[in-house]
């Protein structure tokens, strides 16, 4: 049995496509980690329903999966370098699915947190692992070309996210978007052990750096936590304060650790590339407009524009199908012209999509969303896929996974940044504007309505007389355009550090020799 599966293997995986059976592979896993991530916003009134969750619940079932995810990237794509990025891989999708199959027969919010929280973890392990994989499966001229099919998977279930879970939440349970995620997890798990070779960091030994592992997870922690619940728990309360100062001295001990570490989770000589610095600086700052950019606009179409869910999905699609279209195409021109013309260009046109959208009033409607939406798409395409290429370009194969564990932290924690600043900011206009347009309201139910715009809400649930709401909506409208002008700004200028430290060609080293594999374990 075992010989004849071996030889139908042989027969289908070839040395000459064993690569693209691998990025199917990578891509698939992908796909089910990213459409995880914009699939669950739409089904959150349903899951209140029907397990009578609490708000607190509710908030913690996306913050429980975005905070495991962004403190454990790094941790994840190290342990890939030391343990074997096939196997750290498989074990991430194990976990993701099973996981996944457990909040699908949730019985509180309880659990449904718990194994949210552990997600996130499978996220962590799988998301350096799909990127460190393919670097070290394609040479150097094609990674572009490969990077960019990875990223327009991703925007792909970024696309089809809100439209699907509306679909399948409205037509079949909040469930059933959870019950996707364990045969595309099995799926993936089957064309890897067929088809990907396992490899890992030669040049480190087999230890984990244990001390430098529990200080980035404590100071990664303290500051996203911090991020996160900012604006419920006020920024300035002791609380806040102290999680900024356990980060700030977490991160400092974690610095201090890695430089007299023998294998250490971050090697900070990466950053002496002026592409890899340029590339983290930029996924940084780009995913700290884009995210905000998609969150509060989401808000605006729902909460003002009196869209549905599923018809807000559907005005997002211009931007991600030009995602989904652009990022391939700019990953092969990478290849061939370099990143640095690309991203800057791109980002470019980020700042204008920002800057055009800035303009909205409560009456603006989709037309003037819409060429703002298909610029972002056609800049975000150009920018995703030449910055991965960049950043992994710059270092050596076989750094890979620790390299793109850092990558995907600087995105996470970025948007994580975005969010929360422009929470803030909505916040603060947001109160300036109410009191200005409410005098006759007591002063702490204007803070409660501007409490209410910073964290998502419509002002609603704490006074619904249709002169207030009215006032809430110009509130938040005007706070989000002076937010999105500061996102422009900060895409104008991720362009400039994009032409100035994106390097030309990548080292010489990067299309160095083929990395050495393990000898492959025949699948059974």
């Known amino acids: 049995m075992t010989e004849r599966i071996l030889a139908h293997r042989h027969r289908l995986v070839t040395e000459q496509n064993s690569r693209w059976w691998t990025l199917g592979a990578m891509c698939f896993a992908l796909f089910m980690m990213m459409l995880d991530n914009t699939v669950v916003n739409v089904a959150l009134p349903s899951i209140q329903r029907d397990l009578h969750a609490s708000l607190s619940a509710l908030e913690w079932t ?162 996203v936590l911090a991020l996160v619940e900012g604006n419920s728990w006020h920024w300035g309360s002791p609380v806040v304060i102290g999680l900024f100062v356990l980060a700030a001295v977490g991160l400092a001990a974690f610095v201090r650790i890695e430089l007299r570490s023998r294998a250490p989770m971050v ?75 690309l991203m800057t260009i791109g980002l470019l046109m980020v700042a204008g999509a920002l800057t055009i959208q800035s303009g909205l009033t409560i009456h603006s409607g989709y037309g003037l969303l819409l060429p703002g939406f298909m610029l972002m798409g056609l800049g975000m395409g150009l920018v995703m896929s030449p910055m991965s290429t960049a950043a992994m370009n710059a270092v050596d194969r076989t750094k890979a996974g620790l390299a793109s564990g850092t990558l995907s932290m600087s995105r996470m924690v970025g948007g994580t940044f975005g969010v929360a600043v422009m929470g803030a900011l909505v916040t603060a206009i947001g109160r300036s504007q109410l009191d200005s347009s409410l005098p006759h309201l007591p002063a702490a139910v204007r803070s409660a309505l501007a409490s209410a715009l910073g964290s998502g809400g419509s002002g609603t649930g704490v006074h619904s007389a249709p002169q207030v709401v009215a006032a809430s909506h110009h509130a ?22 994009a032409a100035v430290l994106i390097e030309r060609k990548p080292r010489a080293h990067a299309a160095g020799p083929e990395p050495a594999f393990e000898r492959e374990q025949p699948a059974v």
């Open 62 to 223: 996306i913050n429980a999966y975005t905070l495991t995810l962004a403190v454990l990237l790094v941790t994840g794509g190290r342990l890939g370098d030391i343990f074997g990025r096939r196997r750290i891989f498989l074990l991430g999708v194990a976990i993701f699915g099973v996981s996944s199959a457990v909040i699908g027969v949730s019985p509180d919010g309880g659990v449904l947190v718990a194994f949210r929280a552990i997600q996130g973890v499978g996220a962590a392990l799988m998301m350096p692992a799909t990127l460190s994989i393919i670097t070290q499966t394609f040479p150097a001229e094609q990674r572009g070309m490969a990077i960019g099919t990875w990223a327009g998977v991703s925007a792909l279930a970024l696309a089809i996210g809100p439209v699907f879970g509306g679909f399948l939440t409205q037509s079949v349970s909040w469930r059933a978007i959870f019950f996707i995620n364990p045969p595309i997890a099995l799926a993936a798990v089957a064309v890897t052990l067929f088809a990907t070779k396992e490899s890992r960091d030669e040049t480190v030994q087999r230890s984990v750096d244990y001390p430098g592992i529990v200080t980035l997870t404590a100071s990664l922690t303290a500051l």
């Open 476 to 497: 938040f409208v005007a706070a989000l355009g002076t937010g999105l002008t500061i996102g422009a700004a900060v895409a104008a200028a991720s362009a400039l550090l």
């Open 267 to 341: 090697d900070f000589a990466f950053f002496r590339s002026r592409s890899f610095l340029g590339s983290n600086l930029v996924a940084f700052f780009v995913t700290f407009a884009m995210f905000s950019q998609f969150f509060f606009l989401t808000l605006y179409m729902q909460n003002v524009l009196g869209y549905t869910p599923l018809e807000t999905g559907l005005r997002f699609l211009p931007a991600t199908i030009l995602i989904i279209v652009s990022g391939p195409i700019a990953g092969r021109l990478a290849d061939r012209v370099g990143s640095r013309p």
